[in-house]
């Protein structure tokens, strides 16, 4: 409850900023020092249960250990993209109030996605993490490939939204107890009736389309590459990994009782996700465009944790929404920098750029799943509860492969940046990087780090 209401004031704050303020450097301070409030008071939640504005939400927002952990990674995800990404927001345009407005309630419909507790708190806080990013996304007004992925997300996103309310409404009439809470949802173990399949059926393609999964994901490479890189590491991050939280929770309270006769349908939707964001991203040669459809591919993975449904997968959440987040913002965050996005343009960066070069290599080490880092303890929370599930074991199998797959797109960027050759062309040696932007990457490397070897910092929260 802290979060939820803290980020939507802060919202509020900013936009009035935009009026008041003119310097953008002081704005984003402002912006900084309201996310730092936002992780104290979810610090102060999670670790003690306080919650400093106690409304009564007649509970349609419930709260636990378990979610508010995940509110916090949530939160402090979006610390580290402001202090690392804040500057090139400065260079988005001149309403720098507004943007960072935006993305305060984004992070207000985050908190309510991981916290709702009935379906319409569900699709409030989808929508509230929707509408900014449809804004953000058409933020470059002078790049047209900004404008038509803005005018491409919102209609796709619009049709979306029709089918969740759809779903909505088919299973809120097929309840016998007439209820939108997801605990009071009765399906019983039997097969469920037509209009509950139905209901169901447009949830799982409302909330797939969300968070990009095959083959619902045709609108995501488009988008990821048109909008303004800075905002792209934030829609591809924090926004992707709250929309499976809130599909995890969707599921597993309210259609639980029944997995076995939805989860053929998820294992149908894991493989393609795997096989299309893989495949696809072994071709590319922009590197932003590659992360788009690797980020579909890492949905494929985060899709074996509804697919298990069990507490490894819970745990495996958690890490991987820290460990693909905080991987993911700095590899975004090192092509703000530059000035060629392709594969080449990283030639010969370890020369030029060693701190930056050395950033890459273990943001793409983990994204691939390497021991040591933390994207090898997320993947493989993953494979375990799909081990433990005890149905369909050859899954595991087919995700391992894949594994091995995007290890080859992703080691052609770690090739490129020690054993070419840099451009004679290429200015990024010329190009100005703070210290302080250095600082943030090696802070980014060492949470990736020290996760990998101690997982339980973040798993831990849960069982103390």
Request: with cysteine; aromatic share 16%; proline share 2%.
């Amino acid at each position: 409850m802290n979060t939820i209401i803290l980020s939507a004031i802060w919202g509020v704050i900013m936009m009035f900023s935009g009026v008041f303020v003119k310097k953008s450097t002081t704005q984003k301070y402002i912006a900084i020092t309201g996310i730092l409030v936002i992780v104290a008071f979810a610090t102060i939640e999670l670790l003690s249960g306080q919650t400093f504005f106690d409304f009564n939400t007649r509970g349609m927002i419930k709260t636990d250990v378990y979610n508010l952990s995940f509110v916090w990674i949530a939160v402090f995800s979006t610390l580290l993209y402001f202090l690392l990404s804040g500057s090139e927001i400065e260079k988005v345009g001149p309403h720098i109030g507004e943007y960072f407005a935006l993305l305060f309630f984004i992070v207000c419909g985050i908190a309510i996605a991981a916290t709702f507790n009935t379906l319409l708190m569900l699709f409030i806080g989808i929508e509230i993490i929707s509408i900014p990013l449809y804004i953000l996304t058409g933020s470059d007004k002078r790049n047209l490939k900004s404008n038509e992925a803005a005018l491409k997300y919102f209609l796709m996103g619009a049709f979306s939204t029709g089918i969740m309310l759809m779903g909505i409404a088919f299973v809120y009439g097929a309840n016998p107890a007439g209820s939108f809470y997801i605990d009071n949802i009765q399906i019983g173990t039997g097969h469920m009736s037509v209009l509950m399949a139905l209901g169901l059926l447009f949830m799982l393609v409302s909330m797939s389309f969300k968070v990009s999964a095959a083959p619902f994901h045709f609108w995501t490479p488009d988008v990821y590459d048109g909008a303004p890189t800075v905002f792209t590491s934030f829609m591809s991050t924090i926004v992707k990994v709250a929309g499976f939280f809130a599909f995890i929770r969707l599921f597993e309270h309210a259609f639980g009782t029944v997995q076995d006769q939805w989860q053929k349908l998820i294992i149908i939707i894991t493989i393609a996700t795997l096989f299309i964001g893989n495949i696809t991203a072994v071709f590319q040669q922009s590197v932003k465009r590659m992360l788009a459809y690797s980020s579909i591919a890492q949905a494929g993975f985060m899709l074996l944790a509804l697919f298990a449904l069990n507490e490894k997968a819970k745990d495996g959440i958690l890490l991987y929404a820290a460990a693909y987040s905080f991987a993911t913002i700095g590899l975004f965050g090192i092509l703000t920098k530059m000035e060629d996005y392709t594969i080449d343009g990283f030639n010969g960066l370890a020369k030029k750029q060693p701190i930056l070069a050395f950033a890459t290599t273990v943001f793409l080490l983990s994204l691939t799943g390497v021991p040591l880092t933390a994207g090898f303890q997320s993947k493989f929370f993953m494979l375990m509860a799909a081990v433990e599930n005890g149905n369909h074991y050859w899954i595991v199998v087919v995700a391992v492969l894949f594994a091995a797959i995007s290890a080859y797109y992703y080691f052609k960027v770690i090739q490129a940046v020690y054993f070419k050759e840099p451009n004679l062309s290429d200015t990024s040696s010329e190009i100005f990087i703070s210290t302080p932007f250095k600082f943030m990457l090696l802070i980014l490397v060492a949470l990736i780090v020290v996760i990998g070897i101690y997982p339980e910092i973040i798993i831990g929260w849960r069982y103390r």
